[in-house]
């Protein structure tokens, strides 16, 4: 019997020590994950109380990475006498969405069209002609290759391991194509002070790629001085148990990689649980564009060569994508609808995102359409470039889950009486902003006459009404945006983001003449970037037949009503829409034209008040003990 239970004893000790590393080691993953959690939370709200310099003491505006410790007493485990501790180190902490209104320095890490750029010369505001791939004031960051970015001449990539630089702009051409890479024939490899390194030299260290910006020896990342990485989270979680539980700590570290939310990664989104959220009640066709970038893979028209589904054409000043392959003739040339996309430049990214879509009738989806709930008529088309002909609906291009952001928007700040004094804009013309303004000129607007009438907010009902945007403005408005006949109209030099509180009215439903006859009202972005207007609606309401988008002048711009219905309303016209429309609930009850400039999805900043967020785009826990870094 002694010698059995003995032996028990010694097994159940066994047991005991297995089951303690167990719940020890589940302990620092649930630690470690919290941590990164809380790294977030400081992150988007800019908030490092009780964080620290990493070598110690107050943490200053000049320091780019930042370190915390969060203990527990043993009280908080119950009786177990467990303590455990949280460490962080964040890198980049300054990162954001680029925008063109703020002065960078050195070191600022900034996101713009899908990768990282760290500032390497002090500079701006720069405005959108001089944006990060500007080789003279940031250098990028190394990742992994993406068919979704478009890179600029020296950014650097991982494609299967093996690291490329870019020699010639482009988007979607994939490594190792010796037209657009070139390549060192070398991986990565981890960091060690003895190395001399060469300036685009990357090594690992941490798990994270970095790229050497200045020759030196013994320099250890993440110093900003010599190296350039994307912004990363580092989180260890350590449970330590008592002394009679055989104490040794258990640790676990996992590293975080981050980028923006887009403001609008969908063409169309629909944020809210009605059903339908996103609904197509007629005809029409929803696609994208991304002119800059795919103009770059465009070839001269010509009635000589055979076209194959999706070549680029460039005739006549005008874009055009083949839809149906062909042996071309003078009679095939674009804009011939039988084989072409029209003028619009076609692409098949668009993505329609909801908790619940329909399609009522024959509206074609040349992308993607992602959704839980959905129903088709027969007609209604689904599909990307390579889609086989039969069924409409290619399921590749189908998802049942959605993602529409939803970012707070700030109040409006630092808004100025209009030129005539007070905050009611005068009737008839008037034009705001100056073209050589380097910020933008933000204005409180409570109200419009109307002849010997004051309306609420911005009320431009008459033809004579007409809003000149000369230079980079901001719009603070207590009421509704409604220009029925009257025209808001964004000079070249302009750009406008309208914030306002009521409804929306954009146009009317008048179907008489053509444009640009004075009764066509709207809103005219001559810059043709959607990137220069953005309209913001914080209305609450979310049913039919209040916010109205009907102008039928073209329109290039975002709007973002996260908590209202847009209801999209044309007859017998056709209203082109370059942009996205994110809302609560979007209809579009006749012709939906809408065409989504894919370069929103990592524009950088598209609002000056509304709120950024980080997330969260991959993690791993750090294994291999040369990738962990000492916390």
């Given amino acids: 019997m002694a010698i059995s239970l003995a032996s028990y004893i010694a097994l159940s000790a066994r047991a005991m020590t297995q089951a303690n590393r167990s719940f020890q080691s589940g302990l620092a993953a649930q ?11 400081s992150l988007n709200n800019a908030n490092w109380t009780n964080w620290t310099a990493p070598g110690g003491g107050a943490l200053t505006a000049a320091d780019t990475s930042a370190v915390r410790t969060i203990a527990f007493a043993s009280s908080k485990f119950g009786t177990s006498g467990v303590t455990a501790s949280i460490k962080l ?51 990028s960051a190394p990742g992994t290759w993406s068919a979704l970015v478009s890179y ?50 990357v090594v690992l260290h941490g798990g994270t790629l970095y790229r050497c910006r200045a020759a030196h020896t013994n320099q250890v990342p993440p110093n900003t001085s010599f190296w350039v990485s994307a912004p990363v989270i580092y989180s260890e979680g350590v449970s330590t148990p008592p002394a009679n539980l055989g104490g040794g700590a258990s640790r676990l570290q996992i590293r975080a990689e981050l980028a923006p939310v887009s403001l609008v990664p969908n063409a169309i989104g629909a944020n809210t649980s009605n059903s339908p959220s996103v609904s197509f009640g007629s005809t029409g066709v929803v696609g994208s564009y991304v002119p800059a970038e795919l103009a770059a893979a465009a070839t001269v028209w010509s009635p000589s060569p055979s076209y194959a589904v999706g070549d680029l054409v460039l005739h006549n000043t005008g874009y055009y994508r083949c839809t149906t392959a062909h042996s071309s003739s003078s009679s095939r040339a674009p804009p011939t609808a039988s084989f072409w996309s029209g003028s619009l430049l076609q692409g098949y990214s668009a993505v329609v995102a909801g908790s619940s879509v329909t399609i009522s009738n024959a509206t074609s989806i040349f992308g993607f359409v992602a959704s ?37 928007v700030q109040s409006v700040t630092d808004g100025i ?39 609420s907010g911005v009320h431009m009902a008459k033809s004579a009404d007409i809003l000149t ?16 006949d009257g025209q808001i109209i964004v000079e070249p030099a302009g750009s406008l983001e309208i914030y306002f509180s009521g409804q929306l009215w954009i146009g009317n439903n008048s179907t008489s003449g053509t444009p640009p006859v004075p009764s066509r009202g709207g809103i005219v972005n001559q810059t043709l970037n959607p990137r220069r ?81 980080l997330q969260i785009t991959s993690w791993r826990e750090l294994t291999d003990p040369s990738e962990r870094i000492n916390l």
């Fill in 372 to 408: 839980p709930t959905t129903s088709f008529a027969s007609s209604a088309v689904v599909k990307k470039a390579s889609s086989p002909a039969s069924p409409n609906r290619d399921p590749q291009q189908l998802s049942s889950s959605y993602f529409v952001p939803v970012l707070g």
């Fill in 31 to 41: 630690q470690a994950e919290s941590g990164i959690v809380q790294a977030l939370w």
């Fill in 417 to 455: 009486n209009l030129p005539t004094g007070g905050t009611n804009l005068p009737d008839g013309a008037n034009t705001l902003g100056n073209a050589t303004d380097t910020t933008p000129r933000i204005y409180n607007i409570t109200g419009t006459w109307d002849g010997s009438n004051l309306r």
């Fill in 533 to 613: 207007l953005l309209i913001v609606g914080t209305s609450n309401y979310n049913s039919s037949s209040y916010n109205y988008y009907w102008s039928i002048r073209p329109f290039h711009g975002v709007i973002y009503m996260p908590n209202a219905y847009v209801h999209m309303w044309n007859s017998g016209y056709t209203n082109l829409f370059f942009g996205a429309i994110s809302a609560s609930t979007v209809y579009f009850n006749h012709t939906a034209n809408l065409q989504y400039d894919s370069s929103l999805r990592t524009a950088g900043k598209l609002g000056r008040f509304i709120d950024p967020a």
């Fill in 152 to 201: 600029s001449v020296g950014d650097i990539v991982i494609s299967n391991g093996l690291i490329y630089r870019c020699t010639a702009a482009h988007t979607n051409r994939a490594p190792p194509n010796a037209s657009f890479w070139t390549n060192p024939g070398v991986a990565p490899t981890t960091w060690n002070a003895v190395t001399a390194y060469a300036v685009n030299a």
């Fill in 89 to 139: 180190r964040v890198n980049n902490r300054h990162a954001a969405e680029w925008n063109q209104w703020t002065a960078y320095t050195t070191a600022n890490m900034v996101w713009y069209r899908g990768r990282w750029w760290q500032c390497v010369t002090a500079h701006g505001p720069v405005l959108l002609s001089a944006t990060p791939n500007t080789s003279a004031n940031w250098i």
């Fill in 469 to 484: 945007i000369a230079g980079p403005v901001i719009l603070n408005v207590s009421g509704a945006l409604y220009t029925n």
